[in-house]
């Protein structure tokens, strides 16, 4: 197994439990916590294009919010956006962006990633190669995984190889149905089709989130996500208190999981 980025996506995922309303207590506990752990990135929130009175600040994550909040220079920060939002209204797209995004160099977020279904995978390069020009990481997490069969996959991994822009490609079991060997499956579609890094993000539904992931690191995903207590749409994630045990049994100690054990334990368990 090779070694392990963590992204912990916690006021992300986890926002749809409270509309992204999480107290600056809550967040100030929260990082504090998360840094100390040494975990590699923190999805901090979306950014929702669509401006919504009834979600709170994280739903949007925006650059004012950020400036208030703690930073880590082990522990990155990330942002993630709805490709299909992009193609809610006909404004160029450079204007779009612009609207939303900051050079990288004046932003506190460093990785914005993209998750997209497999028909909009053919409409972002552009996208893609605007994010990327403005000096942020860029990843795509291709969702419901299970409904695409190896040709499409293949044809996709192309498409992004194409635009040159993309760092981590990501698959997500939308729907926590898969199991181990379809997780192994597909790792070895992607590995033959796309040279770079490439992670996994897990649903619980069927019980399978851990399994899943620890499942895709043997077969070669260098990311892999997680949340405090699992909290995340649907049925959750795997648990970040969970994983950073697994990880911990099978020699990955670069991480320190007694702060989110702590934090798993206090108002996240409410």
């Known amino acids: 197994m090779t070694d392990i980025n963590l992204i912990d996506c916690t006021l992300r995922d986890g926002g749809y439990y409270n509309n992204w309303k999480f107290t600056n207590h809550q967040?100030?506990?929260?990082?504090?916590k998360i840094y100390l752990s040494k975990i590699d990135v923190v999805e901090i929130g979306f950014?929702?294009?669509?401006?919504?009175?009834?979600?709170?600040?994280?739903?949007?994550?925006?650059?004012?919010?950020?400036?208030?909040?703690?930073?880590?220079?082990?522990?990155?920060?990330?942002?993630?956006?709805?490709?299909s939002d992009f193609f809610q209204t006909k404004r160029h797209y450079k204007s779009i962006i612009?609207?939303?995004?900051?050079?990288?160099?004046?932003?506190?977020?460093?990785i914005v990633r993209l998750a997209t279904h497999y028909n909009d995978i053919f409409?972002?390069?552009?996208?893609?190669?605007?994010?990327?020009?403005?000096?942020?990481?860029?990843?795509?997490?291709?969702?419901?995984?299970?409904?695409?069969?190896?040709?499409?996959?293949?044809?996709?991994?192309?498409?992004?190889?194409?635009?040159?822009?993309?760092?981590?490609?990501?698959?997500?079991?939308?729907f926590g149905n898969m199991k181990p060997q379809n997780v192994e499956k597909i790792c070895k579609i992607i590995k033959n089709n796309w040279s770079g890094d490439f992670g996994i993000h897990t649903h619980d539904n069927c019980g399978y989130g851990l399994e899943n992931s620890l499942c895709a690191m043997k077969c070669g995903a260098k990311w892999v996500d997680a949340t405090i207590q699992g909290m995340g749409r649907?049925?959750?994630?795997?648990?970040?208190?969970?994983?950073?045990?697994?990880?911990?049994?099978?020699?990955?100690?670069?991480?320190?999981?007694?702060?989110?054990?702590?934090?798993?334990q206090s108002f996240f368990l409410d």
Not at 70 to 76: A, D, E, G, R, W
Not at 129 to 154: A, S
Not at 236 to 261: A, D, H, Q
């Open 27 to 32: 967040v100030k506990e929260y990082l504090k």
């Open 47 to 83: 950014r929702f294009l669509e401006k919504d009175n009834n979600l709170g600040p994280f739903a949007f994550s925006k650059e004012e919010m950020l400036k208030k909040i703690s930073t880590s220079k082990n522990t990155k920060l990330a942002v993630m956006i709805n490709s």
């Open 123 to 174: 409409k972002i390069s552009r996208h893609l190669k605007y994010l990327k020009k403005l000096g942020y990481k860029v990843f795509v997490n291709l969702m419901q995984i299970n409904m695409i069969n190896e040709k499409e996959l293949i044809k996709a991994l192309k498409e992004l190889k194409k635009s040159k822009s993309v760092d981590v490609f990501y698959f997500a079991d939308s």
């Open 234 to 264: 649907g049925a959750g994630n795997v648990s970040t208190e969970t994983l950073l045990c697994e990880l911990s049994r099978i020699g990955k100690n670069k991480f320190n999981p007694n702060p989110v054990y702590s934090l798993s």
């Open 98 to 110: 612009d609207e939303h995004f900051v050079k990288n160099s004046n932003s506190r977020i460093s």
